[in-house]
């Protein structure tokens, strides 16, 4: 017999849309997250391309109806470790890690966030490294489900066994419990949905550009944050060395990206997501000097090409056609690019404030030994079974992929991905073919 609900693995926009179209077809639906709150990379971004719209704007009503959704179930902080099943009838495991707070306790009031004894102490992923966080923490102001979490590999009392619990005692509920455990659960689903997205390449695999090694070489996703109102700096964009306004900022495109060391395939969003940052920086300084070194602008999509366009003629951001080969570090933390420009002919070295490394993307990998073995391409992408015929059915009936677990792609293919996805699951759960 068919099971009437489905599973969506991975709580973004693309997770959020395909269980929010289930849902209001009258599906029971159960959302499976890794973190703590869903979001996924979107809600790390300040601006979206082309119209350079509020992106916490547009996600923030999306997070707050799937959280309140009655056919959506929320299994957050939590991971797929078993199918098992056919199409019509899977039976799946999920690991429900404990956050060490009761959620039906918790008011989310931070209360124990800010009492924390290693507040300020651990690096914070929700701004990518670029502030710090404590033990005890909620991800984001907008977080959905709205509740603390207790990280296990840092607490002192769960590391150590060693601390004086200020978190405990700043409770006003009562919700920390550090006898909370693992939870494992079983869900019988008619179809699956995956859409477990992406997240960027390790940049140190490209040594000669100096990140981690210069503190002013940082990524893409990092200039987000810096630009975000909620971020580290509440949008101004401060160079990490010294604090200081950046005067002069270069972007360098394709990194870890069209490259036959590292990956061969083009992640689709960076040089639109370079033109965006690069026009933000010059609307938060119009005195600063934008350059973008790139191989090719691939403006694809509708509005993308009149964004490049404005990006300079009217924000006068210089694009400079041609790869950098080595990044070098100046006394002063001031940064130098040796580069080739081809329209000019010849190498060049360029002096900059801060550089920004547009990476690539790379798809976050379904837990290993999960019973069914879902194919994947050469690249590491879910492969579909037909992608010229269908864009989202894999070779195992029942189970669909959207967004970019199948490949890279910007925000608004991923939502009409999604929801293509969410017909096909219907399909199987209303027992048709």
């Given at each position: ?269 960076c040089c639109m997501q370079a033109i965006k940052e690069a026009i933000l920086l010059k609307e938060h300084d119009p005195e600063a000097e934008v350059t ?142």
């Open positions: 017999m068919t099971k009437k609900s489905a599973m969506v693995i991975g709580g973004g926009i693309t997770g959020m849309q395909a269980s929010l179209d289930l849902a209001d077809m009258g599906y029971k639906v159960y959302l499976i997250e890794k973190n703590p709150s869903i979001g996924g990379n979107m809600a790390k971004l300040d601006k979206t391309f082309p119209t350079l719209d509020c992106a916490a704007c547009t996600i923030t009503p999306k997070l707050v109806d799937t959280g309140s959704h009655p056919n959506i179930e929320l299994l957050t902080y939590s991971e797929v470790k078993n199918i098992q099943g056919e199409a019509g009838n899977f039976k799946a495991t999920v690991l429900k890690k404990t956050r060490y707070v009761d959620i039906e306790k918790c008011t989310g009031c931070a209360a124990c966030v800010q009492a924390c004894v290693l507040k300020g102490k651990i690096k914070d992923e929700h701004n990518e490294g670029m502030s710090k966080r404590g033990a005890a923490y909620i991800p984001f102001p907008q977080a959905v489900p709205l509740k603390a979490t207790i990280d296990p590999d840092h607490c002192l009392y769960l590391t150590k066994g060693k601390c004086a619990q200020k978190c405990v005692k700043a409770c006003g509920p009562e919700a920390i419990d550090y006898e909370i455990k693992d939870e494992e659960i079983e869900i019988d689903v008619g179809s699956i949905i995956v859409a477990t997205g992406f997240k960027l390449d390790d940049p140190k695999k490209k040594p000669e550009y100096g990140y981690g090694d210069f503190p002013n070489v940082i990524t893409s996703m990092q200039l987000e944050r810096l630009l975000s109102p909620s971020g580290p700096s509440c949008g101004e964009v401060k160079r990490p060395s010294d604090d200081k306004s950046p005067k002069k900022i270069a972007f360098l495109q394709c990194v870890c990206s069209r490259d036959v060391n590292t990956n061969i395939y083009c992640s689709r969003f973008v070194f790139y191989m090719d602008i691939r403006a694809f999509g509708k509005g993308y090409e009149e964004l490049y366009n404005r990006a300079k003629d009217e924000f006068k951001i210089k694009f400079t056609k041609g790869r950098v080969s080595e990044i070098l570090q100046k006394e002063n933390k001031n940064l130098v690019t040796i580069s080739e420009d081809i329209k000019q002919g010849g190498i060049f070295d360029n002096e900059f404030d801060l550089v920004v490394l547009s990476v690539g993307a790379v798809p976050n990998p379904l837990p290993p030994d999960i019973g069914i073995t879902i194919p994947l391409w050469q690249d590491n992408f879910i492969d579909l079974e037909n992608p010229y015929e269908d864009a989202v059915k894999t070779s195992i009936p029942g189970i669909f992929v959207a967004g970019c677990a199948s490949s890279p792609k910007d925000i608004p293919d991923s939502v009409i991905q999604a929801s293509a996805a969410a017909i096909q699951a219907s399909i199987i759960l209303g027992g048709k073919t």
